[in-house]
């Protein structure tokens, strides 16, 4: 039997894959909530602060402003995502699916329909068929929280143009939008083509498929 002989490196071996996320970015994005949590609301102000916590840094620090958005976002601080990731976008650094996420919530929380808009228009110009069912669900959530069914229809329509399939509670928003714009049949058509025929539950440690009842004719 032949024997090859491994040398272990053990704690001596260094993976520079690991190096952009270093242990210090937890650290630094808690600076960050630091300092911008105790400015005035104003934006200047902010991203003077802003300019000042990147002034020493060769690479723009990613990892640490995303931990910052979502340090923000569990303390619904929502005015203060808005203004950070405005000025990472004036910096040139592109914002994730899920960062775009937490920035429209953040609007939705803080009034700023136009910003909503906005924001949406640049999603679907830049990313175009790229654009997740997250964020698809997000505005529709965002626009039925604001009681705008028209709003819903229309990234509905964007939604089956580009083939993404909404989630169940997509299904109900949508569904709720055309029922308040008084259009019964479309309400039934999109209950039939993405209502989920069955659920799952859990009875005596085993799972078990039922059917849902329908909620609609025919």
């Known amino acids: 039997m032949l024997k090859v002989n491994v040398n272990k490196t053990g704690k001596r071996e260094h993976h520079l894959w690991m190096k952009r996320d270093s242990a210090g970015s ?3 994005a808690l600076n960050l909530v630091r300092i911008v949590s105790r400015l005035p609301n104003e934006n200047e102000a902010v991203y003077e602060a802003l300019d000042k ?36 976008l004036s910096k040139g650094q592109g914002l994730t699916m899920g960062k775009y996420d937490t920035s429209l ?28 069912k997250r964020l698809f669900s997000r505005m ?18 964007d939604m089956e143009e580009l083939g993404v399939k909404p989630d169940d509670d997509t299904v ?3 569904a709720r939008a ?24 859990h009875f005596n440690g085993e799972r078990v498929r039922t059917r849902t009842t329908p909620r609609w004719d025919g």
């Open 53 to 88: 916590w990147t002034a020493w840094e060769i690479e723009f620090p990613l990892i640490a402003a995303a931990k910052s958005l979502e340090i923000l976002r569990k303390r619904n601080q929502w005015l203060r995502i808005i203004q950070v990731t405005k000025w990472m």
């Open 140 to 157: 529709i959530s965002l626009y039925d929280h604001h009681q705008m069914p028209n709003n819903i229809i229309e990234v509905f329509a």
């Open 178 to 201: 055309f029922g308040n714009l008084g259009e019964a049949e479309k309400q039934n058509q999109v209950l039939r083509k993405y209502e989920r025929k069955w659920k799952y539950l």
């Open 172 to 174: 109900k928003r949508i």
């Open 26 to 28: 937890g650290q630094k």
């Open 105 to 132: 919530l953040a609007f939705d929380m803080d009034g700023r329909l136009d910003d909503v808009e906005a924001m949406w228009d640049t999603i679907l110009q830049t990313h175009t068929r790229s654009v997740s």
